[in-house]
Structure formats: C-alpha cells, structure tokens
C-alpha cells in the first residue's frame, strides 16, 4: 500500500512540475501563443510568396503544374512592350496620385486642424471615400465618367465651359487622367486624417513663440509645422505609395486596362495575363517584377525615418 | 486611446491664436476650401444615391429633366436588386466571410500581439519586426499563388477560400494594433497578479483583454470592414455565381455586355456600402484611432 502510494506519486509530480515550468518559461509560451498568427501568415503569406517567386520560372498554366525555364518569362517581358508601358503607367499614376494626394491632403489636414465648428462632423465625413468599398465607389465614378451621360460633362456644357462631351475613359490621356483622379478622390481622406492625427501633437506654444519672435505664416508652417511633422509624413505617405503602387481594384472597374493599355498598371496586367490568359508563370514574373519597387519604397522609407532620431535628438 | 488624449489637448486653449484672425480672412482660407473639399469628397455618394432612386426615362434625358434632381423618385431598382439577382446572397455571403475572417485574425492576432509585447520570448523584436513587415506584402503579389494553393487545397469557389486568405492582411494589421494597446497598459498590473499567482492566461483574459476593449473593438470593426472591401482575393477564388461577394457580384454580374443597368449598378453599391459606412459611423472615434495609430506606431 506504502510502496504502492510512494511509486505513484513521483509521476503526476513531475508532469506538473514540468507543465508549470512550461508555463513559466517565456519563450515555450511565446512560442504557443504565436502558434496560430504564425502558422496562418507562414501558410498563406510566406510560401504564396516563395511559390510567386518559383512560378514566375515556370511555364506555368492554370491547370497544369507548369515546369523550370529559367527566366524565360524575364527575358519575354523584357521585350514586351506592353509590360514596360504597364511599368510607365504604374509609375505615372504612383507618381502623380501621390504627389497630389500629399499636397491636398496636407491641406485639408491643415484646414481640420483649425478651431472650427463641427470639426469631429467634419472628421468623420471627410473620411467617408475611404470607408466605402473602393470597387463600388468606383462604380460611381465609372457612371460619372459615363461616354453619353457624364454629369461632369453635361455640367461644364451647361457652364459654358467646353463645346462637346468629353470622353473621360475612351482617350488614353484623359483615361489616364481619370482614374488618377478616381484614385486621389479616395487617398485624400487617409491622408489628411493621418496628417491631421500629426498635427494635433505639435504644441501651440510653438507657434506662439515662433510669432512672437516675428515669423510669418509661411515661416510658421516651414520651420514649425513640417520639421515636426516629417516622420508622419514620411510614414503616411510610404503606406500611400504602396497602396497605390499595387492598386488593382480601380482600374479594374473604370478600364480594364484599356484603351489601347494606357492604363494597364504591372498589377492588373499580372491578373490579365495570369489569371484570365491562364498564364500563370508570366503573370506572377509581372507581379514579382513589382517587389524590386516595392522594396525599394520601404527603404526610402526607413532611411527617412531613420533621420527622424537625429531630428528630435535621439529616442522618441 | 493615445489618440483620443491627444485630440483633446490643443482644445484646452481655444484655438491658440485664431483670434488674430479676422472673419473675411478665415471665410477665404479655412471654409471656403473646406467646402469645396467635402463637396467633391461627397457628391460620388449623392451621385449614387440620386441615381439608384432615378427612373430609366430621366436618368437620360437631360434635357427635359435637371440631372441633379429626381422628380418622380423610384425603388425600382432597389426592387429588382433584392428580389430578381443574386443580391441578397451576396450580402449573405461577405457578411459570414467578413465576420469569420475578422475572429479568426482578432484570434491569432490577441495571442501573437500579448506575446511579442509582453512574454518577451527571444527574438520577439524580430518577430514584430517580421509581422510590420508582412502588412506591407501586397494583396497584388500574392494572388497568383495563393489560387494555385487554393486550388491544390480544393478550396477554390468555396467561402474558405476566403475565409482563410483574408487573415494574409488581417493578422498583421491586428497584431501590430494590439501590441500598441498592449503596450499602454502598465507592467505593475500584470506583476500584481503574478504575486497573487495568477496564470499567464489568466493575466490575459482577466486584465489584458478587459483593458483593451477598445483596441479590440479598433481591430476589430477596422478589419471587418477591410474584408467587406476586398476584391482581388475574391475575384480570383470565387467562381460561382451564388459563392460571390458583394463587390464581386455587383461588377461582374450586374454588368451585362452591353446594357448597363446604371439604377441597378448604383442601388447595389449604395446598399453594399451601407453596412460598413452604418459601422464606420458608430465607431468613427476607433476608426481614426485605429487608422492613425497603425500608421504611427
């Protein structure tokens, strides 16, 4: 019975034992708790991205697994002059979107960031486009650019302001101008709320100071507002450009692409060849061809944060 | 929260110096700017909105009737998207996908986020380095090969599909929210109740979690809404017509060859936005905190 008691006992001991330690020890539980974010992101974010990577060296179809050759699909893209004017348009509308969206949007920040009546009303409007699903605000626009029945058209005629009906999608440069303008409609918003969120931090001390000592309202923004602001500019507009570098819904609804591929940008011309021409291989070559930029966004980026140390003399 | 702190703060002194500003100099650079900002910002919405309520007969016809109004306002087309198309099921449809995708993210992501922040394991700064990292991994890039996974899984044309690929953006936006929220509740909390001999469990779901409801509620409609407003993902994966999600469906079956149902096409993006723009408007102040502080962090 003794024996018997004392030969058990030992057994659950140590299991506790070892379950507690288990339990205190920081990285076996760390370890269980990143379990499940990690297993999902590995899945279907890590190897996506490796599988991307190979099959943009394979001839792969939808359908068939598709076998190693090379860079062939590099070397055809290389020559393909759609892809290079997919990569122009990417670049013009990243560009363009961007800088319009930082300048308005700044604006508008600065703009909220007086004392105004209803400012959280005001806040909370202007943020609506980027609530809204972007593919079905872009239905709207895609009527508001409508050939025969554009309301921006028929407004302007009624102005007096032009002569005939302007074709908003069917002209390349005006297709091209339209869906920047789709894309900054919606990218203001994040922008200024962002820019706005900055703002608030900067003391208004400063500015009375800065007056006192006799500066004008532009010097009041050049050498108050903006050196504060630079790292969230930095960092909103790093998230802008990404988003807008990869943007695919808009130009899905408004062109398609078209006329003629004047507004293929490399992520829909990557979803047109991959998916609908079942050229899976060439299509993710397209998309993988977007990583270099992208890359190299997000070390602009960093470097441009990394000046923000110095800036505010070291730590935060 | 951080937030909300912050926007209360420059109120304390009334505007700093607007009184030196005179009332003719504000109307030109402050309201007059802001309202042509929040009339372009809004009038695609009162676009969509006048249209879906317009008969076919004026929203042509120019001419006899002012664009801009609706004189005999209809429900037609809401009539016919609710009871002759698959509208109905696509509602249905984004409605489960979005919710599952959210609580499956705000799932992983309260774990991931409690331990990078606060167990400390070795190389968690990496780790949260890693997860910033994979936010910044375009839904552009990934398609491709995720409809080959999706495929090879025999998930393809089936809500799983998305289900399971929305986290992708989901978790590390979540985590990276969370480890903020985290981060502001103090260490002396979780001590005390390590004295008293709590677990790390119980510390999380007695002390963390109920601090951090509002983080939670951050993440969670802010991801809830980001998978009401995917497309690609669902574009790809989804073939079916019964299977699509609202963005999906209104675009590739409301738009047939040649004839556009532009009453049909605006009632169905104005009830498609009107779930989130609902949520967006209960919770604007978490939505702004969410939004501003992802960036900030």
Known sequence: MAVSSAAVQPRPSILSRSLSLLADSRNALGFGFMLPAAALLLVFLTYPLGLGVWLGFTDARIGRPGIFIGTENYQYLWDDAVFWLSVFNTL?????????????????????????????????????????????????????????FSILSWALMEMGLIDHRINFLGDPENARASVIAANVWRGIPFVAITLLAGLQTIPQSLYEAATLDGASRWQLFRFVTLPLLTPIIA?????????????????YVLTRGGPVNATHLMATLSFQRGISGGQLGEGAAIAVAMIPFLLAAILFSYFGLQRRKWQQGGGD | MATTKKTKRPELDEGGMGYLQSLPRRVVTVYLPLL????????????????????????????????????????????????????????????????????????????????????????????????????????????????????????????????????????????????????????????????????RWQILTKIVLPLSVPGLISAGIFAFTLSWNEFIYALTFIQSSENKTVPVGVLTELVRSDVYEWGALMAGALIGS????????????????????AVKE
């Open chain 2, 274 to 293: 009107l779930p989130v723009v609902v949520l967006y408007s209960f919770f604007v102040e978490h939505y702004v905190s969410s939004m501003t502080g």
């Open chain 1, 92 to 148: 013009l509308y990243t560009i363009s979107a961007s800088i319009l969206k930082f300048a308005l949007g700044l604006w508008l920040a600065l703009i909220l960031n007086q004392n105004l009546p209803f400012k959280s009303f005001f806040r909370a409007i202007v943020l609506l486009p980027w609530v809204v699903p972007t593919v079905l605000s872009a239905i709207a626009f895609w009527w508001i650019y409508d050939s025969q």
């Open chain 2, 36 to 199: 042509v900002f929040v009339i372009v910002l809004l009038f695609p919405f009162y676009w969509m909105t006048i249209t879906a309520v317009k008969p076919n007969l004026e929203m042509t016809d120019y001419a006899n009737f002012n664009p801009f109004w609706v004189v005999h306002p209809t429900l037609e087309h809401i009539r016919y998207l609710l009871f002759d198309t698959s509208y109905p099921g696509w509602l249905l449809n984004t409605i489960i996908i979005s919710t599952a995708a959210t609580f499956l993210s705000l799932l992983a992501a309260v774990f991931a986020a409690y331990a990078i922040e606060r167990l400390r394991f070795s190389g968690a700064r990496q780790v949260g380095l890693a997860v910033f990292l994979a936010y910044l991994v375009p839904p552009s890039i990934l398609f491709i090969p995720l409809s080959v996974m999706v495929f090879n899984l025999g998930l393809y044309d089936t809500p799983f599909a998305l289900i399971l690929t929305y986290p992708t953006f989901l978790v590390p936006f979540c985590t990276w929210l969370l480890m903020g929220y985290f981060r502001s509740i103090p260490f002396e909390l979780e001590e005390c109740a390590l004295i008293d001999g709590a677990s």
């Open chain 1, 235 to 251: 960092i909103t507009m790093t998230f802008s450009v990404l988003f807008t570098f990869t943007d695919f819904q808009l130009i």
